[in-house]
């Protein structure tokens, strides 16, 4: 039988090694040496830059470029018999998972995700069976360790066959904890998993973690026209027509109540408002925050027509707003997903096309 005849050498047979040369890149900081060729070694301590990345794409900044190439990676200095663990080509992801394995010598596989996290990943099918299989091909991990296991993270279970990955390549999947900072506990115990380990949870600091893309819409180029338009507007009707100013200046400040309530008032309040649809707990965040504001500038009692039909659109808005995070809760699932949105849609519509029909309707009459 041939054998290769060392580390980064091809094998005796003609084949050539694997190429793992992604090109420089700030997170890594050497090679491994393996007999299908040498592997490029990551940092487990995350950089200025890493922060400055995680910053900006917090707050939607360049998010669909925040990714790192696919392939395989060494952590400290592994070997043949060092654990293989599997994560998504997304760089939050990446930096999260690496930055818990300081002091450790494992091999870090990396899916061709499209730059999205693992969760999410697996709903679409991109962190799916064909990819790991494709990956373990790609980078001949046979080669590389002696053992046949994979350790997969658990929130990639949606879009994972285990039976399957292992008749196409003789790898067995284990899965990993929930969160990557349970990785160092489940590593030490054998790669046993506690029952906390397995809980799916979408605590306060996550959830606050998503209000900064949400509200990145507010300064996107599309909504700075129609800010722009409408203070043209504004600023036209001021001499023109006087009895407009108040709906207009109205009208804008509703759009701002409505962001902040369906991007960020909704999440953060998520497990107190009632309901369990995202619609209905988006519908009473827009209501907490826009009716407060209607008193102070209104006072009690005293709201005019067309600013009940603004309200209507406002609440509609929040409620459409908040089910974006039914894709970044681990509460929901596809099908509820899929249900909800059937339901909650068309009453949003109506919601809104009521609120503007009672706004005209209240202007015209004067």
Aim: charged content about 15%; proline content about 6%; aromatic content about 8%.
């Amino acid at each position: 039988m041939s054998e290769c005849c060392g580390p980064g050498q091809p094998c005796c047979g003609g084949v050539p090694a694997a190429v793992y040369d992604y090109g420089p890149t700030p997170y890594t900081v050497g090679q491994v040496d393996t007999f299908a060729g040498p592997v490029p070694q990551v940092a487990t301590q995350l950089s200025p830059a890493d922060a400055r990345g995680a910053v900006r794409v917090r707050m939607g900044i360049a998010r669909n470029d925040f990714r790192v190439r696919p392939g395989l990676y060494a952590v400290g200095r592994p070997d043949d018999s060092s654990q293989v663990l599997v994560t998504a080509n997304y760089k939050l992801s990446f930096d999260t998972v690496r930055s818990q394995l300081d002091g450790r010598d494992l091999w870090l596989l990396v899916l061709d995700t499209n730059g999205i996290n693992v969760w999410c990943a697996a709903g679409k099918g991109t962190f799916s069976t064909s990819e790991i299989v494709d990956r373990v091909r790609d980078v001949r991990l046979e080669q590389v360790v002696s053992h046949t296991r994979l350790v997969v993270p658990q929130l990639g279970a949606t879009g994972v066959a285990a039976h399957e990955v292992r008749a196409a390549t003789g790898f067995s999947v284990v899965w990993g904890p929930v969160r990557a900072d349970d990785l160092p506990a489940f590593l030490d115990a054998g790669m046993k998993a506690t029952s906390q380990m397995r809980r799916v949870e979408f605590p306060l600091r996550e959830r606050a973690k998503l209000v900064g893309v949400e509200l990145s819409v507010l300064w996107r180029r599309r909504t700075l026209v129609v800010a722009a338009v409408l203070l043209l507007i504004l600023a036209a009707t001021w001499k023109l027509a006087p009895a407009l100013v108040a709906p207009l200046l109205t009208t804008i400040l509703v759009a701002v109540l409505a962001a902040v309530a369906g991007a960020a008032v909704a999440p953060l309040l998520l497990p107190w408002l009632p309901g369990r649809a995202f619609s209905l707990k988006g519908a009473v965040a827009g209501l907490l925050v826009i009716t407060p504001a209607y008193y102070f500038v209104f006072g009690v009692g005293s709201v005019p027509l067309w600013g009940w039909g603004l309200l209507a659109i406002g609440v509609a808005a929040t409620s459409y707003l908040a089910m974006n995070f039914t894709g970044s809760s681990t509460y929901t699932s596809p099908s509820g997903v899929e249900w909800e949105m059937r339901r909650a849609i068309p009453l949003q519509a109506l919601g809104a096309v009521a609120g503007v029909a009672l706004a005209i309707f209240a202007l015209v009459r004067g």
